[in-house]
């Protein structure tokens, strides 16, 4: 995969997260309120955040040899999950009483991993 068809595919997939959180932040004003909402929009903002992180990162070894690919592959998941618990962490102290609402912002990022599968598996067919 070329550097171009990497960034146009990490882009497509930060686009599709955040239409999804939008979604997910527009349900939960309307049946539970603004600070509901805000609380899915803070979830869905830290994949998002981590997704671009990542895609940022793997960007540079687009191209290298197989083993830099893996190796960098790895580092980014570990800065990941670091960043993850750390961005959790603060998002949970501000919005404590509405974690739930957290956890469904976060979620709809990762629906939009399964999504991008779909979309790959279709293109290979």
């Not at 671009?52 to 570990?78: C, D, K, P, W």
Request: aromatic fraction near 12%.
């Amino acid at each position: 995969m070329s550097e171009a068809q990497f960034a146009k595919t990490v882009v497509w997939l930060l686009r599709v997260q955040a239409i999804l959180v939008g979604l997910v932040g527009l349900a939960f004003l309307v049946l539970g309120g603004q600070s509901h909402a805000l609380a899915a929009l803070a979830g869905g903002a830290i994949g998002i955040v981590l997704t671009a992180v990542v895609g940022l990162r793997m960007t540079i070894s687009v191209g290298n040899q197989h083993e830099q690919v893996v190796r960098r592959f790895y580092r980014a998941m570990m800065l990941k999950l670091a960043l993850a618990a750390f961005l959790f962490v603060v998002v949970a102290r501000w919005f404590a009483p509405w974690f739930g609402p957290i956890l469904i912002g976060y979620c709809a990022t990762v629906l939009a991993y399964w999504i991008a599968l779909w979309r790959l598996r279709s293109s290979d067919g």
